[in-house]
Nanobody, 123 residues
Framework: QVQLVESGGGLVQAGGSLRLSCADS????????MGWFRQAPGKEREFVAA????????YYADSVKGRFTISRPNAQNTMYLQMNSLKPEDTAVYYC????????????????WGQGTQVTVSS
């Protein structure tokens, strides 16, 4: 059973950085491709970044490319999202998720979701 828990959210000024973590207490994390999504108030959930089970392939939304980095170090049951040069428009609840697909940008392909962590970027 996959149980995802996000952490690392908070309040940061524009231009600052945060690192989000996603841990799996169920222990089967490494067999899944993973992704980060976010949802701002009044908006639909959107794709942020994804990584294959091996970590060799990554995808990014155009809005975060060059600023965010997704990673999943070997031998760790944790995935990270390093967020640099944050902008007020990055404010949202961030969710990690797991998919049986090799890698995906589509939320409907993800079967396990965490509870989310709030990221707020002040101007």
């Amino acid at each position: 059973q996959v149980q995802l828990v996000e952490s690392g959210g908070g309040l940061v000024q524009a231009g600052g950085s945060l690192r989000l973590s996603c841990a799996d207490s169920g222990g089967t994390f490494r067999t899944f491709a993973m992704g980060w999504f976010r949802q701002a108030p009044g908006k639909e959930r959107e794709f942020v970044a994804a990584i294959s089970w091996s970590g060799s392939t990554t995808y990014y939304a155009d809005s975060v490319k060059g600023r965010f980095t997704i990673s999943r170090p070997n031998a760790q049951n944790t995935m990270y999202l390093q967020m640099n040069s944050l902008k007020p428009e990055d404010t949202a609840v961030y969710y990690c998720a797991a998919t049986y697909s090799s890698i995906s940008q589509h939320g409907n392909e993800y079967v396990y979701w965490g509870q989310g962590t709030q990221v707020t970027v002040s101007s």
